[in-house]
Nanobody
Framework: QVQLVESGGGLVQSGGSLRLSCAAL????????MGWFRQAPGKAREGVSCIHSRENVTTYAASVKGRFTISRDNAKNTVYLQMSMLEPEDTAVYYC????????????????????WGQGTQVTVSS
């Protein structure tokens, strides 16, 4: 059974930083496409960043490129999202997700391409 456990969310001022962690149980993250998604109230879930199982290819949403960095620690079986220069628009529940295959959807970091999801962690950025 796959279990993804997010942590690291919280309240931060605009311009601040947070690091989210996603600890995986039941899978080896190095063999999966891993992604971070977010959902703000009244909005659809959007892909923030993904990292592929092959060659560590990474993708980022245009709104976070240059501010967020996704990484993976295979020894700890954990995926991270380092978020810097946070803005109030980044406020959302952040979810970790995993896909065992590189599909058109997962390669494009779209939620439809992911099969396993964490429970989410709240990130709130105050202005």
């Amino acid at each position: 059974q796959v279990q993804l456990v997010e942590s690291g969310g919280g309240l931060v001022q605009s311009g601040g930083s947070l690091r989210l962690s996603c600890a995986a149980l039941g899978i080896a993250v190095k063999n999966y496409v891993m992604g971070w998604f977010r959902q703000a109230p009244g909005k659809a879930r959007e892909g923030v960043s993904c990292i592929h199982s092959r060659e560590n290819v990474t993708t980022y949403a245009a709104s976070v490129k240059g501010r967020f960095t996704i990484s993976r620690d295979n020894a700890k079986n954990t995926v991270y999202l380092q978020m810097s220069m946070l803005e109030p628009e980044d406020t959302a529940v952040y979810y970790c997700a995993a896909s065992p295959i590189i599909s058109v959807q997962s390669a494009a970091c779209r939620a439809a391409g992911f099969y396993s999801w964490g429970q989410g962690t709240q990130v709130t950025v105050s202005s």
